[in-house]
Nanobody, 124 residues
Framework: QVQLVESGGGLVQAGDSLRLSCAAS????????MGWFRQAPGKEREFVAAISWSGANTGYADSVKGRFTISRDNARNTVYLQMNSLKPEDTAVYYC?????????????????WGQGTQVTVSS
């Protein structure tokens, strides 16, 4: 069983930065691709960023490219999402997700495990 626990969300102003963390309780963390998704009120959950098992390959949604950075520390079983230059439209619940495969993916159906989410609110 895989458990994912997100942290680091909060209320910030436009232009600020936040770093989200996702701690995974699974022995095979280093062999799994990880991703971040978000869901704003009244909208569907959408892809934000993903990273392969080694961290060598990453992918981003166009809306966050150049502002967000995904990274991972396999020794700590943790994946991060550094969010800079935050905008009000980044306001959402952010979810961490894990695959059973090592290559990263950008669609929800390709992820097998999900965290409970952490709220990010960006005021203008």
């Amino acid at each position: 069983q895989v458990q994912l626990v997100e942290s680091g969300g909060g209320l910030v102003q436009a232009g600020d930065s936040l770093r989200l963390s996702c701690a995974a309780s699974v022995r095979t963390f280093s062999s799994r691709a990880m991703g971040w998704f978000r869901q704003a009120p009244g909208k569907e959950r959408e892809f934000v960023a993903a990273i392969s098992w080694s961290g060598a390959n990453t992918g981003y949604a166009d809306s966050v490219k150049g502002r967000f950075t995904i990274s991972r520390d396999n020794a700590r079983n943790t994946v991060y999402l550094q969010m800079n230059s935050l905008k009000p439209e980044d306001t959402a619940v952010y979810y961490c997700a894990a695959r059973t495969l090592p290559s990263f993916a950008t669609t929800l159906v390709e992820y097998n495990y999900w965290g409970q989410g952490t709220q990010v609110t960006v005021s203008s």
